[in-house]
């Protein structure tokens, strides 16, 4: 299974964007999908995960509200909309694959984890 994130960019707060994560390997939709982050200096956070059908969402308390993930299992996508961007909102963002179990928010859990995209939000 290979992961890959992509829609990241720099952006004024209050704005923006929509990240994807294009799977490719395994059948997509047996993932429990997840969105990690890690800013500079600091240690990967938990941001969502969504459960295989898409009907379950946990979000991570700094970003609910504002982020919506979704999947699209027949394009073996995933995607996170981010509004009202803040500038502690700037990190690496990654996607993560769980095989055979359910929510977690621990990155470790994951199975597979993707290669980043950089999300930069100016004051």
């Known amino acids: 299974v290979q992961l890959q994130a992509s829609g990241g960019g720099l952006v004024e707060a209050g704005s923006s964007l929509r990240l994807s994560c294009a799977a490719s390997?395994?059948?997509?939709?047996?993932?429990?999908m997840g969105w990690f982050r890690q800013a500079q200096g600091r240690k990967r956070e938990f941001v969502g995960s969504?459960?295989?059908?898409?009907?379950?969402?946990n979000y991570a308390e700094s970003v609910r509200g504002r982020f919506t993930m979704s999947r699209d299992n027949d394009k073996a996508a995933m995607y996170l909309q981010m509004n009202s961007l803040k500038p502690e909102d700037t990190a690496v963002y990654y996607c993560?694959?769980?095989?055979?179990?359910?929510?977690?928010?621990?990155?470790?859990?994951?199975?597979?984890r993707g290669q980043g995209t950089l999300v930069t939000v100016s004051s």
């Open positions: 969504i459960s295989w059908t898409g009907r379950e969402k």
């Open positions: 390997g395994g059948t997509f939709s047996t993932f429990y």
């Open positions: 993560a694959a769980r095989l055979n179990y359910g929510h977690s928010s621990v990155i470790y859990d994951y199975d597979y």
